[in-house]
């Protein structure tokens, strides 16, 4: 009989949450999640959807990032065909672009050799002849137009096709269930929670906080305090337009601030994003400005003058960067591991697409505040599927 209810508790059921619950039963723990609204209800339903290497972060050389996001984008067309599947992008560069053709080439000769030189790593230079075949991009002024590879995903069925996963492992889920205070002594948490029922209370020896954008407010609610990342929360937004969708996605430049917007064939429509704009309203209600719905809208009529751009759903969500002074976009895009207490993680920021390397570095910090137990899988060769029902 074991008098510590859980070797692990995850806090939050975003990708981070899901990824770490899937990867603590794969490694044998006993493992409970605890998500205050629904698995994938915030971050992880807002994103691009892309799983993918971040050519852009080659710019300001995080190398290391997009190795280690191009090695899982092949692990995940692998183990989830039904819910990654690869994609061609296209990036148009024009005579006033910020980056040069040469650049351009540069940087995808780069990203497939970090990517392995695979097939998915091959890119190409487009014909004169072949710009007519564009969706109707607008090619005044196009000097090269470039096509390569990457993934897209349906974030909300992955997170929870990962879920479901852990659950196959012998993880546990109370959702909706939120985490109100927790206090560490002896080597043992005790958390309180509120579900429908009322609190409760339960113990366990480590303690993941995953609560994306929550996560010092989480941490706050931990006795006796511990140290807490300084971040930005930035926001960045997404509309769904009523206009058919590409047959590729296309990388472009906003015209007014030249920020990277990408225009992607979405449930049979274009979704158009995202900006960057500095978060200051409350984490429970992250909507669009009209001003960001305005500018990215501004951008998919410049570069596809003959489409419409009535709108048919907006979205946000609200990425975690660390404080820094300069532009958002060059900040590191890794996910942080900050260990406050023995047994304590908190993760800030990161990607989609890393979320299975990234449970696999939780689990290997924890390993010394747990019990030893018998592995049981291997995450980067199980399947990931969507139950049926
Ligand atoms: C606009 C945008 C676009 C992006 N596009 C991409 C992309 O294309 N590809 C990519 O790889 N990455 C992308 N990202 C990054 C990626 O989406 C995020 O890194 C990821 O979704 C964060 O997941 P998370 O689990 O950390 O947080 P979340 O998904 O926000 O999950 C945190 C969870 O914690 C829960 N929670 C909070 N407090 C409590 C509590 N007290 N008790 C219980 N539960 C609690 C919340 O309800 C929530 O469900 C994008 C991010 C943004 C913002």
């Not at 929360?233 to 997404?238: E, F, I, S, Y």
């Not at 003058?305 to 976009?329: C, M, Q, W, Y």
Request: include cysteine; proline fraction near 5%; hydrophobic fraction near 40%.
């Amino acid at each position: 009989m074991n008098s510590v209810d859980y070797d692990i508790v995850i806090i939050g059921g975003g990708i981070q949450g899901v990824g770490v619950a899937q990867a603590a039963a794969a490694a044998g723990y006993r493992v409970l999640l605890l998500e205050k609204q629904a698995i994938a209800s915030a971050t992880s339903s807002r994103s691009s959807k892309l799983i993918h290497g971040g050519l852009r972060y080659l710019e300001t050389a995080q190398f290391g990032l997009v190795r280690k996001a191009l090695r899982e984008r092949a692990i995940l067309l692998h183990i989830a065909p039904d819910l990654v599947r690869p994609i061609v992008f296209h990036i148009p560069v024009y005579k006033n672009s910020s980056r040069k053709s040469w650049q351009i080439r540069l940087g995808l000769s780069l990203y497939a050799l970090l990517g392995g030189l695979t097939p998915l790593t091959r890119f190409k230079h487009f014909s004169r002849a072949e710009y007519l075949l564009c969706d109707g991009l607008q090619t005044d002024e196009l000097s090269a137009l470039y096509r390569y590879w990457d993934a897209q995903t349906d974030d909300v069925a992955l997170t929870r096709a990962v879920m479901h996963s852990a659950l196959e492992l012998g993880a546990k889920l109370r959702c909706p269930a939120e985490v109100i205070s927790a206090c560490h002594a002896d080597n043992i948490y005790q958390l309180r929670y509120r579900d429908k029922n009322g609190e409760k209370q339960l113990s366990c020896h480590a303690v993941v906080n995953a609560s994306g954008p929550w996560v010092n407010a989480v941490l706050k609610k931990i006795a006796p305090q511990s140290s807490r990342l300084a971040v930005d929360l930035v926001q960045g937004a997404h509309v769904l337009l009523d206009a058919p969708a590409p047959s590729a996605i296309y990388y472009v430049e906003a015209p007014t601030d030249k920020r990277a917007v990408l225009i992607m064939p979405w449930q049979g429509k274009t979704l158009v994003g995202t900006t960057e704009t500095r978060f200051q309203g409350q984490l429970d209600m992250i909507r669009p400005t009209e001003e960001e719905i305005r500018y990215l809208q501004a951008v998919y009529r410049y570069y596809f003058p003959h489409r419409g751009t009535n709108i048919i759903d907006a979205f946000a969500g609200v990425r975690v960067l660390p404080k820094a002074e300069g532009r958002f976009s060059n900040r590191p895009r890794d996910t942080l591991l900050h260990m406050s207490s023995p047994g304590l993680l908190s993760l800030y920021g990161g990607k989609l697409t890393g979320y299975r390397a990234t449970a696999e570095q939780v689990i290997s910090h924890l390993r010394s505040c747990l019990p030893k137990r018998k592995a049981k899988a291997n995450t980067a060769k199980l399947k990931l599927y969507l139950p049926s029902d």
